[in-house]
């Protein structure tokens, strides 16, 4: 084999027992994963926020930033539930580029995977019991999800795994909600097989086990456009595009319909500022009808502390390292906004 083993990792239980979830912390969790299963199953009629930075980049403007959230948070929960969007770890089309916390724990060094484990684990943890609010993250290895899987309250599979039959399977094993995106190529039908797939009980290999899921009725769609042959950027956020996928549901018979709009990537054409006009685009179209407001059960923004991106290494605090994002006094604008629609 063309690679080099140059250590073998600890395995979850030991990271959980290095660095465990308190009675008290769990008991928050609890309290919160049950508010956000209640807006998929429709008992809640909240709007669901999973909000935050394109990538979790440093502890300390993640924490600034979810705090901030928090104290919001409470102005508007009446209305939203917020999940704070820190993923850490990213995709990347051609495999280069910034990979997230996972990989770096600090973006200007060498990849350390032992040391990102634990810088993730701590920042999850942090986040969760410095404002109580559990958090959102990218299930980009499968295997690497149960370093965190006492401390998510929802993951998302992202457009360029949702095909992957791995990625499908441990969906089914998962208790919380997980979005499927549509692919960057726009097929609805792939990201409503994932959908189909991560609902139903299978039985697979994970981490060396035998291992049998029992399915897991909140997999759901989440909509980010896509890119068409010419490369250009297509959005699928309409009232029209809504709808068609709620028939598509309708045809497949799929438990609990739902879905989550992502308001950037290719929906903006990664044009972060217009993630507002999309974010009140979909929330009149969820108020226009019963069946629209039963079946649209959020939104996914990316926002940070300061808007746009900047370089690894730029030095702005709060500004995002990979994808442009909604900076914070233009997204609180848009919660008050959207909750005053709502």
Aim: hydrophobic share 35%; with cysteine.
């Amino acid at each position: 084999m063309n690679m080099v083993f140059r250590r073998k990792l600890p395995i979850p239980k030991d990271i959980k027992e290095m660095y465990p979830l308190t009675d008290a912390t769990a008991a928050i969790k609890a309290q919160r994963d049950a508010q956000i299963k209640d807006i998929f199953t429709g008992k809640s009629d909240k709007l669901l926020l999973v909000i935050g930075p394109c990538s979790a980049d440093a502890e300390a403007p993640v924490l600034d930033y979810v705090g901030r959230l928090a104290r919001l948070q409470e102005q508007v929960e009446d209305k939203m539930v917020f999940v704070p969007r820190v993923y850490t770890n990213k995709p990347r089309t051609v495999g280069q580029g910034y990979m997230g916390m996972l990989h770096q724990p600090d973006p200007k060094s060498e990849p350390d995977l032992l040391k990102g484990i634990v810088a993730i684990r701590s920042l999850h943890m942090k986040v969760l019991s410095e404002t109580g609010l559990p958090t959102a993250d990218e299930m980009l290895y499968p295997e690497s999800h149960r370093y965190l899987s006492d401390l998510l309250s929802y993951v998302a599979v992202g457009a360029r795994s949702v095909e992957d039959q791995h990625h499908r399977l441990v969906a089914s094993g998962l208790d919380i909600p997980c979005g499927m995106k549509n692919p960057t190529g726009g097929d609805l039908s792939v990201m409503l097989n994932s959908v189909e797939a991560a609902q139903h009980p299978h039985a697979f290999i994970y981490r060396g086990w035998e291992v049998v899921s029992k399915g897991n009725p909140y997999a759901h769609a989440i909509l980010r456009g896509y890119v068409d042959k010419q490369g250009q950027s297509v959005p699928n956020y309409s009232e029209q595009h809504l709808e068609g996928l709620y028939e598509e549901y309708a045809k497949r018979e799929l438990q609990l319909p739902a879905v989550v709009v992502d308001t950037n990537h290719a929906n903006s054409g990664k044009q972060c500022l217009l993630q507002a006009d999309i974010a009140k685009e979909v929330v009149r179209t969820r108020c226009a009808s019963a069946q629209m407001r039963a079946f649209v059960k959020g939104l996914m923004i990316e926002s940070y502390i300061e808007d746009g991106a900047q370089c690894v290494g730029g030095g702005v605090y709060g500004k995002s390292i990979t994808d442009p994002c909604l900076g914070w006094e233009k997204t609180e604008r848009l919660i008050l906004e959207l909750a005053e629609q709502i």
